[in-house]
């Protein structure tokens, strides 16, 4: 619903049920009904959240892709402001958000202010993910072509994966702006976590 109460209202909302065996289909087919941007895809076996995002990647028609899980809150003026970045800086591959912590009821935790430039990020990358995923806009292509891409092979740690290969190509920046309200619970996929990806990120050459 915070997706549907976006002020940017040209979108195509994509839905990737991957396999759910509770009342989400229900919920789905009548949320579509109520909105014609709703686009529900549902995976015949639970294959996680790589695969699962890049099948919504792959039936995206638009140049930018908006990422968002379906236990946080997007603010109403997240992708408006995330797309006007994005066509204000060719250079950028991928934008994202300060966020609102909250807990399983809404309540608020706390607020992250993570306003990193793309210095900022190439550097922090080397040790983290430098970004909070679920508030990232990036492109659909990257310069060479080819479509940004998870890895199908992960399953925990995809979006650190997905940052280093980005950082090859270009730059990813997270704005002061808080446009993201980020549910903590115990049933999220980051407290089930127990992978550590450990890659290397190689800085990109700069002209002296």
């Known amino acids: 619903n915070s997706i549907r109460a976006q002020t940017l209202k040209d979108i195509e909302i994509l839905v990737v049920d991957d396999a759910s065996t509770d009342d989400t289909p229900r919920i789905l087919a009548q949320l579509a009904r109520q909105d014609p941007r709703i686009h529900i895809e549902t995976l015949a076996e639970n294959m996680g959240v790589a695969v699962a995002g890049n099948r919504g990647v792959d039936l995206a028609r638009a140049p930018y892709i908006a ?3 379906s236990d946080d809150i997007s603010l109403p003026d997240r992708l408006t402001r995330q797309k ?3 066509d204000a800086h060719r ?5 994202a958000s300060s966020i609102e912590q909250i807990d399983a009821d809404g309540a608020h935790l706390r607020t992250s202010h993570r306003a990193r430039d793309a210095f ?3 550097w922090m990358a080397r040790f983290f993910y430098p970004v909070t995923h679920p508030s990232t806009m990036f492109r659909k292509m990257a310069p060479d072509g080819t479509p940004l891409r998870y890895s199908d092979e992960m399953r925990t740690t995809l979006d650190y994966e997905f940052c280093g290969r980005l950082l090859q190509q270009g730059e990813a920046v997270s704005t002061a702006d808080v446009l993201l309200q980020y549910r903590i619970h115990g049933g999220s996929a980051r407290f089930g976590c127990r992978d550590i990806y450990r ?3 190689l800085p990109r050459p700069v002209d002296r």
């Open 67 to 69: 990422r968002m899980d």
């Open 84 to 86: 006007s970045y994005l």
């Open 91 to 95: 250079d950028v591959l991928l934008v």
């Open 120 to 122: 900022a990020c190439r």
């Open 199 to 201: 890659g290397r990120i």
